[in-house]
């Protein structure tokens, strides 16, 4: 489970008003990070009930945490053949969000890669 199968499943670019970039973009970096917050989440729960942290972790483990790993590694994976095999060149494109090129290291691009390291 993860967030851009979330967002797929409820169309968010189509209700809300945001441009469909923007929403990619936000779901593709929050589906590596959820998992992760929820696991801190989990952390302080069991300082006040012991155990109870512990199984919250591990079912949250279950449900998301391979579909944040795979969506870290696709943040960082790119396309640089279309369909025919052919090299794009320059316009490689990152495959989780495609409107950022696999050249570019600034802006957006600087934190789709912190994110997905």
């Not at 870290?72 to 994976?77: C, G, K, M, P, V």
């Amino acid at each position: 489970l993860t967030v851009t199968e979330l967002q797929n499943s409820l169309n968010w670019q189509c209700a809300t008003e945001s441009s469909a970039e923007t929403v990619r973009s936000l779901s593709a970096l929050s589906s590596p990070v959820l998992p992760l917050l929820l696991l801190a989440c989990c952390a302080a729960l069991e300082l006040f009930r012991a155990g109870f942290g512990v199984s919250m972790a591990l079912k949250t483990l279950t449900l998301l945490f391979i579909g944040g790993a795979s969506s870290a590694a696709e943040l960082l994976s790119c396309q640089s053949q279309d369909g025919d095999g052919k090299s794009l060149g320059d316009f490689a494109f990152r495959k989780a969000i495609r409107h950022l090129r696999c050249a570019e290291r600034d802006g957006v691009a600087f934190w789709v890669d912190v994110v997905g390291y």
